[in-house]
Structure formats: C-alpha cells, structure tokens
C-alpha cells in the first residue's frame, strides 16, 4: 500500500515558513522599538537641561517657574515611559534568556531588598510559603515578582498592605499567587490589564501601563500562563505558571 504525502509534506513547509516568518517580524519589531526608545532618550534630556536652565534663571517668575516645572515633570514621565518600553522589547527575547536553576525564595528576598523602602513607607506585610527552585532566567523573574508586589503597594487600600506570595504544585508545574488584599479589580477589566498602556486609574496611581505587560511576557517567554482572579472588592490574585 502506498500513501501520498504530498499535501501533508507542503502544509508543514508552508507552517514552518510562517512561523520563520513571524520570528523575523518579531525580531525586527523588538529592535525598532528598541531603537526607537534609545533614541528617544537624548532629544529629551536636552529638553531636561534647557527648562531646568530657564527654571533657575526665572526662579522669581512665578508663572514662568510653574511652566518649566510642567516640562521637567514631562519629561521625566516619558523617560520612565521610554525605560519601560526598552524593558519591554527586551523580554521575551530568546537572546536575552539565561535559563539555569534558581530558587524563587533567592529571588524574593532579591526582589523585597529592591522595594525595601516602599514595603516601608507603605507598612506592608509581605509572607510566602515555601518556594521551589525551578529553570528560569533569575533577572526576569526578580522582575516579575517585583512588578506584581508593586502593583499590589500601588492599588492598595485603606488598611495597610498585606501580601503573600503563594505557591501549589501539581504534576507538570508550579502555581504562584501574589495575592493582596488592595482595591481588587473589576472582572471586566481583568483581562485587558495585560496589555501595553493599559490602566485602570489614570494619573492617580503613578506608573506607565506596561509592568503587567511585561510580567505577561516573562510568564510567556518561560512557557507559563498569567491571570488574575478577583471580585473586584476584596484584593486580588495574580497567578502564574512555571513548567517543572
């Protein structure tokens, strides 16, 4: 008995051209935007140094010196916008992981050590159980845990912050959860928080819009799955999966 191939031979060289293809787009992209952010960076610190020139010598103008201190602060949210978005086009990138063992309770005293001062000023409690070691790029994952404990310092409620950090296991991966007891979201908005630029609270609570963007990426680059559960009153959840 014979069987023709064929079709099924050109299919997967038709799917393995277009995945190529996709990895070249994807590539490129990560590079614009690199790019593009880098070279944001210089034209904006020569605006920096001119309004903070006229801010000194018109420092007894008081509308002049309200005006300056407008474009100081603009310019200092777009630098932070533009650090953001180079953190963002490096994520993910298969050049950039460094995948070797580590212990994620290494990586949580590494990430509480960066936000020691805000865990401070805020009166926060932060508890976790028991952490496994898995196969992960330590810098991104200290990035991770970083922008989710953040998050929950940032959209806080009245009562001080209580966060734990959470973990299950089952027979092919580890569950994490950064569970808090904030302002919790609304189910509606629950998806849409992982995109770029996406924010629930304008100006109120400082921040660009992509640290869920960037944790959504990490997750993804490790072959794990991020979500968030929440009633929208009583805290939230943010879980994520790490493959064993």
């Known amino acids: 008995a014979f069987v023709d191939v064929t079709e099924r031979k050109r299919a997967e060289r038709a799917l393995e051209q277009s995945v190529q293809a996709l990895k070249k787009v994807n590539e490129e992209l990560q590079q614009f935007a690199y790019a593009a952010s880098h070279d944001l ?9 001119y309004a903070q020139l006229l801010a000194r010598k018109y420092k007894d103008d ?3 010196s309200e005006y300056t201190g407008f474009i100081v602060d603009g310019v200092n949210r777009m630098n932070t916008l533009i650090r953001d978005l180079l953190t963002y086009s490096r994520v993910g990138a ?16 590494w990430c509480l050590l960066n936000l020691e ?4 000023e805020h009166k926060a409690t932060v508890t976790h159980d028991e952490l496994p070691e898995v196969i992960a790029d330590e810098v991104q994952m200290v990035q991770l845990f970083q922008n989710l404990i953040s998050n929950s310092l940032k959209y806080r409620s009245d009562q001080p912050p209580l966060i734990q950090v959470v973990c299950e296991e089952n027979d092919n991966e580890y569950l994490i959860s950064v569970r808090d007891n904030g302002v919790g979201i609304e189910p509606q908005y629950q998806k849409q928080i992982f995109g770029v630029f996406k924010r629930l609270h304008g100006r109120d609570v400082p921040g660009t819009g992509i640290g869920l963007a960037i944790c959504r990426k990490i ?9 968030v559960e929440s ?9 994520f999966s790490l493959p064993k």
């Open 62 to 64: 008081h509308d002049a």
């Open 94 to 109: 298969s050049t950039q992981l460094k995948r070797r063992p580590i212990s994620l309770a290494g990586v949580l005293q």
């Open 41 to 49: 960076q210089e034209p904006l610190r020569t605006i920096a140094s």
């Open 231 to 239: 009633d929208g009153k009583n805290g939230s959840s943010f879980r």
């Open 219 to 227: 997750v993804e680059s490790h072959d794990g799955r991020i979500w």
């Open 117 to 120: 001062r805000s865990v401070h």
